[in-house]
Protein backbone atom coordinates (compact mmCIF):
# COMPACT_ATOMS: atom_id res chain seq x y z
CA UNK A 1 0.00 0.00 0.00
CA UNK A 2 1.58 3.51 -0.85
CA UNK A 3 1.41 6.29 1.08
CA UNK A 4 -1.63 8.32 1.64
CA UNK A 5 -1.72 11.34 -1.33
CA UNK A 6 1.25 10.53 -2.60
CA UNK A 7 -0.77 10.72 -5.89
CA UNK A 8 0.01 14.57 -5.18
CA UNK A 9 3.23 14.47 -5.32
CA UNK A 10 4.68 15.32 -9.30
CA UNK A 11 5.79 11.79 -10.87
CA UNK A 12 9.44 13.50 -12.24
CA UNK A 13 10.13 13.55 -8.32
CA UNK A 14 8.31 11.50 -6.66
CA UNK A 15 11.33 9.21 -6.10
CA UNK A 16 13.40 12.10 -4.81
CA UNK A 17 10.53 12.69 -2.60
CA UNK A 18 10.25 9.01 -1.11
CA UNK A 19 13.88 9.15 -0.18
CA UNK A 20 14.38 12.61 1.28
CA UNK A 21 10.70 12.30 3.12
CA UNK A 22 12.09 9.04 4.45
CA UNK A 23 15.58 10.00 5.71
CA UNK A 24 13.47 12.92 7.67
CA UNK A 25 11.21 11.03 9.35
CA UNK A 26 13.83 8.53 10.41
CA UNK A 27 15.82 11.54 11.90
CA UNK A 28 12.58 12.49 13.66
CA UNK A 29 11.39 9.05 14.58
CA UNK A 30 8.01 10.03 13.22
CA UNK A 31 6.48 8.02 10.44
CA UNK A 32 6.13 9.57 6.68
CA UNK A 33 2.30 8.73 6.63
CA UNK A 34 1.42 10.96 9.08
CA UNK A 35 4.03 13.84 7.39
CA UNK A 36 1.99 12.89 4.06
CA UNK A 37 -1.50 13.59 5.64
CA UNK A 38 -0.73 17.16 7.24
CA UNK A 39 0.60 17.96 4.56
CA UNK A 40 -2.24 16.95 2.24
CA UNK A 41 -4.95 18.83 4.59
CA UNK A 42 -2.34 21.93 5.11
CA UNK A 43 -1.63 22.75 1.32
CA UNK A 44 -2.71 19.65 -0.85
CA UNK A 45 0.78 18.75 -1.20
CA UNK A 46 1.33 22.26 -2.95
CA UNK A 47 4.27 24.04 -2.08
CA UNK A 48 2.97 27.52 -3.80
CA UNK A 49 -0.20 27.48 -1.23
CA UNK A 50 -0.63 30.43 0.77
CA UNK A 51 -3.46 31.54 3.06
CA UNK A 52 -3.76 35.32 2.87
CA UNK A 53 -0.73 37.12 4.24
CA UNK A 54 0.89 35.13 7.15
CA UNK A 55 1.35 31.08 5.61
CA UNK A 56 2.38 29.63 2.71
CA UNK A 57 3.90 26.22 1.54
CA UNK A 58 3.69 22.21 2.29
CA UNK A 59 2.96 23.12 5.85
CA UNK A 60 1.66 27.07 5.69
CA UNK A 61 4.80 28.01 7.15
CA UNK A 62 4.64 31.52 9.59
CA UNK A 63 6.74 33.74 10.83
CA UNK A 64 7.52 30.98 13.26
CA UNK A 65 9.66 29.28 10.61
CA UNK A 66 11.20 32.32 9.22
CA UNK A 67 12.63 32.84 12.63
CA UNK A 68 13.74 29.43 12.95
CA UNK A 69 15.29 28.89 9.53
CA UNK A 70 15.95 32.47 8.67
CA UNK A 71 13.71 32.23 4.78
CA UNK A 72 11.32 34.70 4.51
CA UNK A 73 7.39 33.43 3.89
CA UNK A 74 8.55 35.06 -0.11
CA UNK A 75 11.83 32.90 -0.23
CA UNK A 76 9.92 29.70 1.06
CA UNK A 77 6.98 30.27 -1.37
CA UNK A 78 9.70 30.11 -3.93
CA UNK A 79 11.24 26.83 -2.92
CA UNK A 80 10.01 23.60 -4.58
CA UNK A 81 8.20 20.53 -3.41
CA UNK A 82 11.87 19.29 -2.19
CA UNK A 83 13.32 22.28 -0.90
CA UNK A 84 10.57 22.91 1.60
CA UNK A 85 11.43 19.67 3.14
CA UNK A 86 14.11 21.11 4.62
CA UNK A 87 12.51 23.54 6.33
CA UNK A 88 9.65 21.38 7.71
CA UNK A 89 12.16 18.97 9.00
CA UNK A 90 13.62 22.27 11.07
CA UNK A 91 10.21 23.55 12.39
CA UNK A 92 9.20 20.20 13.15
CA UNK A 93 13.09 19.89 15.01
CA UNK A 94 12.56 22.92 16.66
CA UNK A 95 8.92 22.35 18.54
CA UNK A 96 10.10 18.60 19.41
CA UNK A 97 13.07 20.22 20.87
CA UNK A 98 10.79 21.96 23.22
CA UNK A 99 7.96 20.12 23.58
CA UNK A 100 9.60 16.35 23.57
CA UNK A 101 8.84 13.67 21.15
CA UNK A 102 6.01 13.41 18.35
CA UNK A 103 4.21 10.17 19.43
CA UNK A 104 1.35 10.10 16.78
CA UNK A 105 -0.72 11.76 13.70
CA UNK A 106 -2.61 14.05 16.29
CA UNK A 107 0.65 15.37 17.45
CA UNK A 108 2.15 16.21 14.27
CA UNK A 109 -1.10 17.66 13.58
CA UNK A 110 -0.86 19.99 16.84
CA UNK A 111 2.40 21.08 16.26
CA UNK A 112 1.65 22.84 12.76
CA UNK A 113 -1.33 24.19 14.02
CA UNK A 114 0.09 25.07 17.55
CA UNK A 115 2.93 23.69 19.29
CA UNK A 116 2.15 25.05 22.78
CA UNK A 117 -0.68 22.41 23.04
CA UNK A 118 1.86 19.33 22.34
CA UNK A 119 2.03 17.96 25.67
CA UNK A 120 -1.34 18.88 26.95
CA UNK A 121 -4.19 17.39 27.84
CA UNK A 122 -7.12 16.66 25.08
CA UNK A 123 -9.14 18.70 27.36
CA UNK A 124 -7.20 21.74 26.35
CA UNK A 125 -9.24 24.51 24.88
CA UNK A 126 -6.79 25.90 22.08
CA UNK A 127 -8.61 28.47 21.14
CA UNK A 128 -12.66 29.95 22.06
CA UNK A 129 -15.22 31.43 19.92
CA UNK A 130 -14.76 35.10 19.15
CA UNK A 131 -10.82 34.95 18.93
CA UNK A 132 -8.56 35.39 15.98
CA UNK A 133 -7.57 31.76 16.44
CA UNK A 134 -10.96 30.92 16.41
CA UNK A 135 -12.30 32.64 13.41
CA UNK A 136 -9.27 31.59 10.94
CA UNK A 137 -9.75 28.11 12.40
CA UNK A 138 -13.59 27.15 12.63
CA UNK A 139 -13.10 23.51 10.51
CA UNK A 140 -11.35 22.12 13.26
CA UNK A 141 -14.32 23.02 15.78
CA UNK A 142 -14.89 19.05 14.96
CA UNK A 143 -18.08 18.57 17.71
CA UNK A 144 -19.01 22.19 16.64
CA UNK A 145 -19.27 23.37 20.44
CA UNK A 146 -17.96 27.22 19.60
CA UNK A 147 -14.85 26.01 20.73
CA UNK A 148 -11.44 24.62 19.60
CA UNK A 149 -9.83 21.82 21.67
CA UNK A 150 -6.70 19.54 21.33
CA UNK A 151 -9.24 16.82 20.67
CA UNK A 152 -11.23 18.46 18.07
CA UNK A 153 -7.61 19.12 16.35
CA UNK A 154 -6.67 15.11 16.55
CA UNK A 155 -9.96 14.27 15.88
CA UNK A 156 -10.26 16.27 12.44
CA UNK A 157 -6.73 15.35 11.58
CA UNK A 158 -7.13 11.69 12.07
CA UNK A 159 -11.31 12.18 10.03
CA UNK A 160 -8.21 13.23 7.26
CA UNK A 161 -6.75 9.52 6.84
CA UNK A 162 -8.15 8.10 3.58
CA UNK A 163 -10.25 4.97 4.48
CA UNK A 164 -8.25 2.90 2.46
CA UNK A 165 -5.48 3.23 5.11
CA UNK A 166 -7.51 3.17 8.49
CA UNK A 167 -7.23 -0.17 7.93
CA UNK A 168 -3.96 -0.61 10.16
CA UNK A 169 -3.68 -2.47 13.47
CA UNK A 170 -3.88 -0.09 16.59
CA UNK A 171 -0.60 0.78 17.50
CA UNK A 172 -0.01 2.67 21.36
CA UNK A 173 3.77 4.05 21.36
CA UNK A 174 5.66 3.54 24.63
CA UNK A 175 9.25 4.90 25.77
CA UNK A 176 7.99 8.28 23.79
CA UNK A 177 8.76 7.25 20.11
CA UNK A 178 7.76 5.28 17.05
CA UNK A 179 8.67 2.22 14.99
CA UNK A 180 12.14 3.39 13.14
CA UNK A 181 11.52 0.83 10.41
CA UNK A 182 10.48 2.28 7.17
CA UNK A 183 9.96 0.49 3.72
CA UNK A 184 11.54 3.11 2.19
CA UNK A 185 10.05 3.28 -0.90
CA UNK A 186 6.88 5.19 -0.54
CA UNK A 187 4.81 1.85 0.75
CA UNK A 188 3.25 1.65 3.99
CA UNK A 189 3.63 -1.75 5.27
CA UNK A 190 0.76 -3.90 5.50
CA UNK A 191 -1.75 -3.70 8.23
CA UNK A 192 -0.88 -6.01 10.56
CA UNK A 193 2.97 -5.16 10.23
CA UNK A 194 2.46 -2.35 12.32
CA UNK A 195 -1.12 0.48 12.99
CA UNK A 196 0.06 4.36 12.66
CA UNK A 197 -3.19 6.25 13.41
CA UNK A 198 -3.68 5.52 17.06
CA UNK A 199 -3.16 8.13 19.69
CA UNK A 200 -1.53 7.91 23.01
CA UNK A 201 -3.72 7.88 25.83
CA UNK A 202 -1.76 10.28 27.53
CA UNK A 203 -0.05 12.81 25.70
CA UNK A 204 0.92 14.84 28.73
CA UNK A 205 3.89 12.46 29.14
CA UNK A 206 7.05 13.88 27.84
CA UNK A 207 7.37 17.16 28.17
CA UNK A 208 10.93 18.37 29.11
CA UNK A 209 9.16 21.47 30.81
CA UNK A 210 11.28 24.59 28.96
CA UNK A 211 10.41 27.71 28.27
CA UNK A 212 9.00 29.16 25.20
CA UNK A 213 11.53 29.66 22.48
CA UNK A 214 12.28 32.68 21.14
CA UNK A 215 10.92 31.66 17.63
CA UNK A 216 7.10 31.17 19.16
CA UNK A 217 4.69 33.55 19.54
CA UNK A 218 1.12 32.55 19.41
CA UNK A 219 0.13 35.38 16.91
CA UNK A 220 1.74 33.72 14.68
CA UNK A 221 -0.11 30.97 14.61
CA UNK A 222 -3.46 33.18 14.03
CA UNK A 223 -4.46 33.67 10.51
CA UNK A 224 -4.00 37.14 9.11
CA UNK A 225 -6.10 38.43 6.55
CA UNK A 226 -6.92 42.00 5.38
CA UNK A 227 -6.75 44.55 8.34
CA UNK A 228 -9.86 46.36 8.84
CA UNK A 229 -9.40 49.49 10.39
CA UNK A 230 -11.75 51.36 12.53
CA UNK A 231 -12.22 54.66 10.09
CA UNK A 232 -12.74 52.04 7.19
CA UNK A 233 -16.21 52.26 7.47
CA UNK A 234 -16.32 56.20 7.05
CA UNK A 235 -14.14 56.59 4.52
CA UNK A 236 -16.08 53.92 2.21
CA UNK A 237 -19.09 56.55 3.04
CA UNK A 238 -16.69 59.56 1.84
CA UNK A 239 -15.82 57.64 -1.20
CA UNK A 240 -19.48 57.20 -2.21
CA UNK A 241 -20.64 60.97 -1.52
CA UNK A 242 -17.45 61.79 -3.92
CA UNK A 243 -18.69 59.01 -6.64
CA UNK A 244 -22.43 60.06 -6.92
CA UNK A 245 -21.50 63.95 -6.73
CA UNK A 246 -19.49 63.25 -9.67
CA UNK A 247 -22.09 61.37 -11.02
CA UNK A 248 -24.23 64.17 -11.03
CA UNK A 249 -22.02 66.67 -12.46
CA UNK A 250 -21.37 64.94 -15.48
CA UNK A 251 -25.43 64.58 -15.84
CA UNK A 252 -26.09 67.93 -15.22
CA UNK A 253 -23.14 68.96 -18.16
CA UNK A 254 -24.72 66.76 -20.60
CA UNK A 255 -28.09 68.80 -19.98
Request: glycine share 8%.
Amino acid sequence: MEWPYIEYIPAGIKSQWVNKLTAISKRLNILPEWLMVVMYQESKLNPQAKNGNSAVGLIQFTNATVKITKKSLAEIYRMNHLQQLDLVEAYIKAAMDWKGPIRSLGDLYIVTFAPQYLRSSNATICFAKGTAGYNGNKALDFNKDGQISRADVVNFIQDKVPVTHKDAVAFNPSGGGVPSSFTGNGTAQQPGDRGVWSEPSDPTQGDPGKAAPDWYDQKDYEPQGITIQPWFPYALVAAAVVVVGLFSAVVLTKK
